[in-house]
Each structure stands twice: as structure tokens, then as C-alpha cells.
């Protein structure tokens, strides 16, 4: 009866064993479709990596061009006395051509820039600035009201009121400078 019992237990580890090897034996077979499968995934992600190699030089020309339009910004703000705080003086600041040129090829470059960039507030309040010193409020108007509706930054939102009061106060809407007033205030 043992003997039985041992015959039954290697009966039970060849089966075993034959299952194992099958496997072995029919791996060549699924190891083709493994590798064609592998390589249309490695494409895949070679196709990324080019895609994000595109968008990654995209961000860093758009960086570029926006740090050269703060760097521009700059210039012209630092020859004018300017800066992203407006003052009641700076309706009367007298821009020769140049400086016109500069603060309206600023204007073009920025519509083209993307919403998204962390410095896109900064350089919105320079150009708002910069616009309302040669009378075009309605344009400054518009860039600080972007910076209350992207900024989350506190400092940032009550300098764009207060420059929003400066705004309505030389457009003579007194209600609505006292309004930004206030706000700048909190």
C-alpha cells in the first residue's frame, strides 16, 4: 500500500512538473506576442517623449519671451518713473516715440502669451501701469481686473484695486473709485 500511496505522489509531481516545463516549452510562443506588444508601447512612449520635447521648448520660448517683456517693461517703466503702483502724476508723464513703440509692442507680444504662466500677473499690472500712463485706461482697466480675477495673492489683488481706483478716479466714475478704494484697503 505504500508503494501505491508513492507511485500516486510521483504520478502528481510529474503532472506537476509537466505543466511547469509546458510553460517553458510554450513560452517562445506568447514571448513573440509579449515583444511585438513591448515595441508598440516603447513607440508609444518614444511619440511622447517628442511630443513633450515640442511643448517643453513651446514653454521655454514663451518664458523667454515673457521675461523679455518684463525686462522691457522695466526699462521703459524705470526711464518714465513709473511703476506697478500708479500715482496721480503719472497721467501727466510725457512718453516720446520710442517709449510708445516699446509699451505698444509690449501690448501685442502680451495678448499672445498664455493665462497660465506664474509671472502673468506681474507683468499685466507693469503693462496696465504702463498703458494707463499714455491715456489708454480702458486697457488698463482690463488688465487689472485680470489680476483680481487670477490672482490669488492678496498683496496682488489690492494693489490691482488701488490701481483700479486710479483708473476710475481720472475717469471720473466716483462711485466705483471709492469702491476699489475700499477694497484695497482690506
Known amino acids: 500500500m505504500i508503494f501505491f500511496k508513492e507511485v500516486k505522489y510521483l504520478r502528481l509531481a510529474q503532472a506537476t512538473w509537466d505543466a511547469r516545463t509546458q510553460v517553458l516549452i510554450d513560452f517562445p510562443a506568447w514571448q513573440n506576442l509579449v515583444s511585438q506588444k513591448l515595441e508598440t508601447l516603447l513607440d508609444g512612449i518614444e511619440q511622447i517623449d517628442v ?4 511643448i517643453d521648448k513651446g514653454v521655454e520660448a514663451n518664458s523667454s519671451k515673457l521675461d523679455k517683456l518684463i525686462e522691457m517693461l522695466s526699462i521703459v517703466m524705470q526711464r518714465q518713473n513709473l ?9 501727466f508723464t510725457q512718453h516720446n516715440s520710442q517709449s510708445l513703440k516699446l509699451i505698444q509692442q509690449a501690448a501685442a507680444e502680451f495678448k499672445l502669451l498664455p493665462k497660465n504662466n506664474p509671472n502673468y500677473t506681474q ?3 507693469m503693462l ?3 498703458l494707463s500712463s499714455t491715456g489708454e485706461l480702458k486697457q488698463a482697466e482690463r488688465l487689472f481686473n485680470e489680476v483680481l480675477e487670477k490672482s490669488s495673492v492678496k498683496a496682488e489683488r489690492a494693489l490691482a484695486h488701488f490701481n ?3 483708473v476710475q478716479l ?9 469702491q476699489h478704494l475700499q477694497k484695497a484697503s482690506y
Open 123 to 125: 507683468v499685466s499690472m
Open 164 to 166: 483700479l481706483f486710479q
Open 128 to 130: 496696465g501701469s504702463a
Open 83 to 91: 511703476s506697478t503702483r500708479l500715482k496721480p502724476s503719472d497721467e
Open 51 to 54: 511630443k513633450l520635447n515640442k
Open 170 to 178: 481720472r475717469n471720473k466714475d466716483y462711485a466705483k473709485s471709492i
